[in-house]
């Protein structure tokens, strides 16, 4: 088989809804476009809605219009869509689908290998992977793998549940859990900054380092998703798998290959050596807001507990920031700080690595203000690094000036970098899961989680709303860090 252009089925549960139409669609034909999808392919809609063949391509057409990507192979890009109306519970609609795709492994030569794809509501999970199971679907001549969407439980007991449920049908090496993040160019550079380069690596430890500084700032409030995100807040939407994977990727040990065993084996480690945190220490180490009304990019907002669908005395958070000490021979001393909020002043994810003083600095007296050095790496909007020094002032006076060394991927590559969900399919095609959560991962990063959320369902917020929409966040966050002698390092930089 061509591992380049692999052949296989492609199995969407969910799609007609906004993931598939948003990121999916436009993903999968972004690989077509490009040559990444053998010419023989067959993707599969399943979902509730009675849908025709022709009304379930017309709305892939759609979405990838939207999508204002290159249109001039729409036509023959869908005509690879079927679509298999179904109801997750009913026996017949899985053996329907068995039959189709038994029929389409025909047409595409497919081999029987199948992705199933599912992107529709969480309680579901469990059930579909079961009957995919008993119905006999996952019975295949060739491979079967399943790329599974968050939330990935919403505890640790849960995420054990539902991971016990889908191992039933599928091996770990089978199951893609996504995580965007995972997907995203400057993510995926962290590893190559950090052990492809004798200048940093060397450095990267708590010699050298004094803090570093995770941040993902969002401008969009709660949108259309107040019922899932009311259950689920902040903490659980970002934290638990975005913010906690980046701060794995900073701090892993080098692995001693680049396959998937041992770059997941090192992020586990550090997710063994984060700190637990007790109940009654919470407060200490992290800090939770909630965005009233204010102005976002010149428009005034309202606060989240007027927003369609949440409560009144809504007690969940929009912003997290907290403080993660790792207890390991290279980290021993050195924060981690995380931050991230719906309705702040600008939308950002960026990494700030932090250097510690010289021990004697002559060009800084007593009194005047140090400019630590610092690496930015920035994820989005703006992909690159950039690399904050002190130089001299030119002129005959001897002061200095901060410098910046800067890399804009963006400007580079000059075309835009593929999407994240456009690697992640990729990835899961050729089977390479190097990108996605193990189970260890998942189960470590809810077990660190649960403390935290149980502390704040216990103790309500007392001062919610704490933040202005359009603001950085409740001022607690700042605190944190100044409690510790650091800032927050400007977004803007
Ligand atoms: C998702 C969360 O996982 O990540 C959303 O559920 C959030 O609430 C989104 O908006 C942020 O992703 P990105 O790629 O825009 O930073």
């Given at each position: 088989m061509n591992v380049e252009n692999p052949k296989s089925l492609i199995v969407i549960f969910g799609a007609t809804g906004d993931l598939a139409n948003r990121k999916l669609f436009p993903s999968i034909y972004r690989l077509y476009l490009n040559g990444k999808l053998s010419e023989e392919f067959g993707v599969v809609g399943v979902a509730r809605r009675p849908n025709s063949n022709e009304q379930f391509r017309e709305n892939v057409r759609e979405a990838l219009l939207e999508a204002k990507?290159?249109?001039?192979?729409i036509d023959q890009f869908c005509e690879h869509f079927y679509y298999h109306p179904f109801d997750v519970t009913n026996r017949e609609s899985y053996l329907e689908l068995k039959l189709l795709l038994e029929n389409l492994d025909s047409t595409y030569h497919t081999f029987g290998n199948r992705i199933f794809y599912l992107a529709m509501a969480p309680e579901f999970f469990g059930t579909i992977a079961s009957k995919l199971k008993s119905e006999g679907l996952t019975d295949t001549t060739g491979w079967k793998r399943l790329m599974i969407e968050k939330p990935f439980g919403r505890d640790l007991p849960s995420a054990k549940e539902l991971n016990k449920q889908i191992r039933d049908a599928f091996s770990e090496d089978e199951i893609y859990r996504i995580d965007h993040y995972l997907g995203k160019e400057m993510v995926q550079n962290i590893e190559v900054i950090r052990f492809a380069n004798a200048l940093f690596e060397p450095l990267w430890n708590n010699r050298y380092i004094s803090n570093i500084q995770v941040t993902s700032s969002e401008t969009l409030g709660v949108g259309e998703r107040a019922s899932y995100y009311e259950k689920s807040g902040a903490l659980r939407d970002m934290v638990q798998n975005h913010m906690i994977q980046m701060v794995a990727l900073l701090a892993m040990e080098p692995p001693s290959r680049l396959n998937t065993e041992e770059v997941r084996s090192e992020k586990v480690k550090v997710l063994r050596s984060l700190r637990a945190i007790s109940l009654d220490e919470v407060d200490q180490y992290f800090v939770r807001g909630q965005y009233g009304s204010g102005i976002v990019a010149d428009k005034e907002v309202m606060g989240y507990r007027d927003e369609n669908g949440t409560e009144p005395e809504s007690n969940t958070e929009t912003f997290v920031a907290g403080k993660l000490l790792i207890d390991n021979f290279r980290w021993a001393g050195v924060p981690f700080y995380i931050r991230t909020g719906k309705r702040m002043a600008v939308k950002s994810t960026k990494i700030v690595i932090e250097f510690k003083d010289m021990p004697m600095n002559l060009y800084f007296p007593e009194g005047e203000e140090r400019r630590p050095n610092v690496l930015v790496i920035h994820i989005q909007p703006e992909e690159g690094i950039t690399l904050h020094i002190n130089a001299k002032k030119s002129g005959p006076t001897g002061e200095t000036t901060p410098i910046k060394m800067e890399f804009s991927s963006k400007s580079q590559n000059s075309i835009n970098t593929p999407e994240a969900y456009e690697r992640l399919i990729y990835d899961c095609l050729r089977g390479d899961a190097t990108n996605f959560a193990h189970w260890d991962e998942v189960g470590l990063s809810w077990k660190f989680i649960d403390t935290i959320s149980e502390a704040w369902a216990t103790n309500k917020a007392s001062d919610f709303p704490n933040y202005k929409s359009g603001s950085l966040g409740p001022e607690k966050a700042d605190k944190l860090l100044e409690k510790d002698g650091f800032y927050w390092w400007p977004l803007s930089e």
């Open positions: 990507l290159d249109d001039s192979k």
